[in-house]
């Protein structure tokens, strides 16, 4: 999960707002569709091109999602920093989440990417495993094994990624490769915290 440093909101989606009369979010996506496509472009340079759950490079099927649920929390769902662009897939991520988060006060609970900055909360285990962060409160820790629980960020693909970028890593750093180059050679796999993790706590580079 990044820490995302949401912009301003762009002139292109506040000047949609002034013309849409609706609170439907469904309708508005429907019948402002440059406006939304726009917009989710704005929100994707925001976070690199990854998703702000799972850091894997964004794809073609992206959407918007509300991290706080639209159902859930109506009064957000055309609220600038509420938005955190990801793929759909059932497996982990935006869509998981909103299978699994049933009520205001399980979402409250989760760790906002955009808000707070989840390397505070979140490290990793040599398997590739996302564990909580040692040394934090108990709150903390509670929040940041639900929140890894709520998106499944230690489903089996997202685990054997790290894994294997991990063996990468190594491999590279054994061929001399230093710390600015391996960074430059694995921009395009995304898992930016991973990655740091491995340079920065096993490698010490």
């Known amino acids: 999960m990044i820490h995302i440093q949401r912009s301003k909101a762009p ?11 609706s609170s439907n979010w469904d309708n508005f996506v429907q019948n402002y569709k440059d406006v939304y496509q726009s917009t989710r472009t704005v929100l994707e340079e925001d976070q690199m091109h990854l998703s702000g759950y799972t850091e894997l490079p964004l794809k073609t099927k992206t959407h918007i999602d509300h991290f706080l649920k639209r159902d859930l929390f109506p009064e957000h769902t055309f609220d600038w920093f509420n938005y955190v662009v990801d793929d759909h897939c059932n497996g982990y991520g935006a869509d998981y ?14 760790v906002n990417p955009i808000s707070e900055n989840p390397q505070n909360f ?3 285990q040599v398997s590739g495993e996302m564990i ?12 940041a094994n639900f929140t890894i629980d709520s998106f499944n960020l230690n ?27 391996i ?7 995304g898992l930016t915290s991973f990655v740091e993790f491995c340079l920065n706590d096993l490698l010490a580079l």
């Open 97 to 110: 989440k909103d299978t699994h988060i049933r009520n205001r006060q399980d979402n409250a609970k989760l």
């Open 11 to 21: 002139k292109v989606f506040t000047d949609g707002l002034k013309k849409f009369k």
């Open 132 to 143: 909580a962060r040692a040394g934090i409160s108990d709150g903390d820790k509670e929040r």
């Open 183 to 189: 960074n430059n050679a694995l921009q395009a796999q």
């Open 155 to 181: 489903h089996k693909l997202l685990t054997k990624r790290r894994s294997e970028l991990f063996s990468l890593i190594q491999s590279y750093h054994e061929g001399g490769l230093g710390k600015v180059e």
């Open 122 to 124: 979140f490290t990793y």
